[in-house]
Structures are given as C-alpha cells and as structure tokens.
C-alpha cells in the first residue's frame, strides 16, 4: 500500500525505492501495486528502471498480467526499442496471455514513430499479424498508420490503408482526416487536400484547429497567401481559437514573401488571443528581416526575444549566421558562432557548412578550412555537404587539382556524391575542360546534365 500511495503522489523515487527494499523485508508486492510503479515509470521514460521492475517482479514471482506487459511494451516503444517489444510478445504468450489491440497498437504506433520505409514495412506487418491472430485492427490502428504513411510523405500508401480503413466498416474520424490532410498538404497536392476537407464536412465531421492549421500550411506553401488568410479569418467565425502553430504558419509565409508588416502585425495580434510568441515565431521573423539583409533590425529582435525571457536556439542563430554570410560578412557569422559557444548551445553540421559557404563565396578558402578543423574537433565529421562547399569554393579561385583531391577524399570516406556535387562537377570543372581524375567512381558524369 505504502508503494501505491508514492505512486500516486507522483513520488516515484521513492515507490521505487519501496520496491527495491521490499524484498530486502521480506514483503511481496502484489500486482495492483506493481503495475502503477511500470506505468508511472514508463510515461517518465525511465525504460531501465521499468526493465529492471518487470524483471524483478518475475524473479520475486509476481505474476503478470496483460496490463503489465502493455505497459512494458509502451515503455520499451517510445524508447525506440521495439525489437526488444515484439519479444515481449512472445513473453506473454509463453505466459498464456494473448497480446490484444491494444498491444498491437503499441507497436504499431512504435514503429511509425521511428518512420522510414523499412519501419512501415514492419508496422504494415504486424497489422497483418493482428489479423492472421484474428485480432481485429479498430479505428487507432488505421489512424496511426495513416499518420505514419503521410510522415513517410508515402501519401499514396496513406490513402490505400484510408480506403481499407472504410473497407472494414470503419468510420474515419477528425484524427484520420487531419493526417491525411496534412500529409496531402505536404507533399503538393493541395487540391486534394481541400478534397478531402469538403467530404469531411459532407459527412458531419467539424474541422478543428490542426484541420485548419494543416490546410493554411497547405495554402501557405503554394504562396497563395489570399486563400490561407481566408481560411485563417474562418477560424474564429467557427468558434475555434488559433494556437502558436497557426500564426507562426501564416508569420512564416507572410516573412517568406517579404510581407514584413503582415509579419509583424500578425505576431503583435497573438498577444491579442492571449498567445505569447514562442522561439519559433521570432526565428521567422529573424529569417525575414536576413533575407531583407536588414541584419541590425534581426539582431534587435534578438535582443528583444532575450529581453522577454526566451532563448535563442541553434536555429535562430544559424538564421543569423547565414544572413550574415550571404551579406558578405562571414567574419562578423563566426562572431555569432562564438557567440553561440559561449551560450553552451550545440552547433550542427548546418552552422559550420553555412560559415564555410560564407568564407568560400568570398574566396577565403583558408578561413574556410579553418572551420572545417574547427567543426572536426567539435567531433562532427564532414558530410556531402561540407565537401561541396570546399570543393566548389577551391574551383571558385581556379585550384582545380586541390577541388579534385577533396572530391577524392570524399568518395574514399564513402560520402556518396549528390545532385549538387554533380551540378559542381560539370559546371565548374568539365565546362572549362578539366577533367577530374577520379578513375571511374562518377563514371556516369557526363550523363547528368
């Protein structure tokens, strides 16, 4: 009891400390106070204590139940361990317990998470694995596998499983249209999308706001800026309230089209709806003003977004970095580096290819390089991108033999070239007659013109 009690107010370590000595005690635990320890340490992601419980609760001969192993499965699902998962699975039936929809959901849910061809490929089959065991999947299954197809931009294999979904008999719901929306959205096609958000109201079904967000980001992309601001005055004509995610939408496509103003009076009109601006809608405002190459104004919203209690994220400053850059300032873009070391924020490979980028379209190779050392001692090796910047940089000045010894490098690292490195190749070295020695590893060069 004293276990159950931690657990429900929220003192996990000390119900896990009540199961640890317990033993040490002499008490055996039962299974109504075993469970909540698994489920409280699961939604904490702490998957080796919820390891070390379950296996200790065999060993202390507790016997499980089908909650319990639902609950390790969740656990070990959102730590992205989904082999050990599916073992879990034959736990359980070697337990007598048959896995029901819940568990496969679990799973299935685990899987498209973790995204990838190869990842729905296995969430598709432990579906057919349901089936084979005569578990019949329900509306969440269908749901999380159409949200995993349209993650995968795989819109067509997202419509295939909305169709059998109906085949079933099932009854697609808010959540299925949303994704299938979004997904719709994000990979072009638009008229599709809207489509389908007008069958959706044909069937009775109210849009909410991550319909309507997912329709604005639609219209957003296509720069239709006229349609998304329509269906973002509709929103509150039909009694919904915008969140972050819908102004920051619009405040991006506004910034992208250089529509500062708009910009700015939309974010000033979020403190209005009771919405405080987030990092993100300073990052789109910040993009703006660098594209606009009013880098002053960018650092003053910086400061202002300092000066209102939010930080500046790796993304904001390697916005800076690259509008410094590509107004010719590179020296003044390895400032905001420093800058960002002295903040403890991690650089990535974007921070360091952009201030490379910057000092090559300058020609200073050196100062480039210099980067390069730098970035490999901040343990980040270079990627395709890394060597397309230097690669096209040394051509820029005319050494072609040291661009060729990069490419070399590259290819002996296993980098596999890309389009661009392609596009470098031809461009600025076969289109002025050098031939790069690179004894037949882009033996099909030519052919990509």
């Known amino acids: 009891m004293l276990l159950l009690a931690y657990v429900r107010n929220l003192e996990l370590h000390c119900a896990y400390d009540a199961f640890t000595r317990a033993q040490d005690y002499g008490f055996k635990l039962s299974l109504t106070s075993c469970n909540p320890l698994l489920s409280a340490l699961a939604k904490e992601n702490k998957i080796g204590d919820v390891e070390y419980v379950y296996k200790e609760m065999i060993k202390r001969r507790i016997q499980p139940n089908l909650y319990t192993f639902n609950i390790l499965i969740n656990g070990l699902c959102r730590a992205g361990k989904l082999t050990k998962a599916e073992d879990v699975i034959e736990d359980m039936k070697a337990w007598g317990i048959s896995p029901n929809v819940v568990t496969y959901n679990t799973l299935v849910d685990g899987y498209c998470k973790r995204g990838s061809a190869g990842k729905m490929y296995k969430a598709e089959a432990i579906m057919k694995e349901m089936l084979a065991n005569k578990i019949y999947p ?37 959540v299925t249209y949303n994704s299938l929306i979004n997904g719709l959205c994000n990979n072009d096609k638009l008229e599709e999308a809207v489509d389908l958000w007008d069958k959706m109201v044909d069937f009775g079904l109210k849009p909410n706001i991550v319909t309507y967000n997912a329709l604005i980001n639609g219209f957003c992309k296509k720069k239709m800026m006229k349609e998304a601001t329509k269906v973002f005055d509709d929103i509150t004509n039909q009694e919904l309230v915008p969140n972050a995610i819908t102004f920051n939408t619009m405040i991006d496509a506004y910034c992208k089209e250089g529509m500062m103003d708009e910009g700015f009076a939309l974010c000033n009109s979020m403190l209005d709806e009771g919405i405080w601006p987030i990092v993100s809608t300073y ?15 960018a650092k003053e919203l910086l400061n202002e977004m300092e000066n209102k209690g939010l930080k500046a994220n790796v993304v904001t400053y390697n916005i800076l970095i690259d509008g410094s850059c590509k107004d010719g300032k590179s020296r003044n873009a390895e400032k905001l580096l420093n800058e960002m070391f002295n903040l403890g924020l991690k650089s990535n490979h974007v921070t360091y290819n952009t201030l490379m980028d910057g000092y090559c379209m300058e020609g200073k190779l050196k100062a480039a390089l210099n980067v390069r050392a730098r970035m490999e001692k901040e343990r980040k090796q270079p990627n395709v991108v890394t060597y397309n910047v230097l690669i096209k940089g040394y051509c820029k000045i005319g050494k072609l033999e040291a661009a060729n010894g990069l490419l070399n490098e590259m290819l002996e690292k296993g980098l596999n070239p890309n389009r661009t490195t392609y596009d470098i190749v031809r461009l600025e070295m076969l289109e002025k007659g050098f031939i790069p020695d690179i004894e037949g590893h882009l033996y099909n060069i030519s052919s990509m013109s």
Do not use: H, S, W
């Open 138 to 174: 329900n509306e969440v299954t269908f749901n999380t596998l159409i949200d995993g197809f349209c993650k995968d931009e795989n819109v067509l294999a997202a419509k295939k499983t909305f169709e059998e979904m109906q085949m079933q008999g099932l009854k697609p719901n808010v």
């Open 283 to 297: 990052n789109c405002l910040i993009a703006g003003l660098c594209r606009k190459r009013d880098l002053r104004a």
